[in-house]
Nanobody, 122 residues
């Protein structure tokens, strides 16, 4: 599976962005999809994930209420809507895919995109 994240940019605090992840998989519905992020000087961390059919979504506590993950299997797309952006949301955002394992851990995701930069100014 090849993944490509896009939609990042530079925004002011309080703004919104919609990140997109394009997948090459013929049947994206086989995969649970996740978004992770890596801030400068920090380890990559889990942000959000969505089950194969969109029936389950999970979020890191730090983004609950502001981030919304969704998917369109027919278009092989996964989205991350980010609202009320904060400077601490500044990071490279990665989409990832997995078949088995938990939602939260990097090690469970077998496929990764190249990342898209989100920069939030105060």
């Amino acid at each position: 599976v090849q993944l490509q994240a896009s939609g990042g940019g530079s925004v002011q605090a309080g703004g919104s962005l919609r990140l997109s992840c394009t997948a090459s998989a013929r049947t994206l519905s086989r995969y649970t999809m996740g978004w992770f992020r890596q801030a400068p000087g920090k380890e990559r961390e889990f942000a959000a994930a969505i089950s194969w059919n969109g029936g389950t979504t999970v979020y890191a506590d730090s983004v609950k209420g502001r981030f919304s993950i969704s998917r369109d299997n027919g278009k092989n797309m996964v989205y991350l809507q980010i609202n009320s952006l904060k400077p601490e949301d500044t990071a490279v955002y990665y989409c990832a895919a997995k078949i088995a394992g938990t939602y939260y851990f990097e090690r469970d995701y077998a496929y990764w995109g190249q990342g898209t930069q989100v920069t939030v100014s105060s």
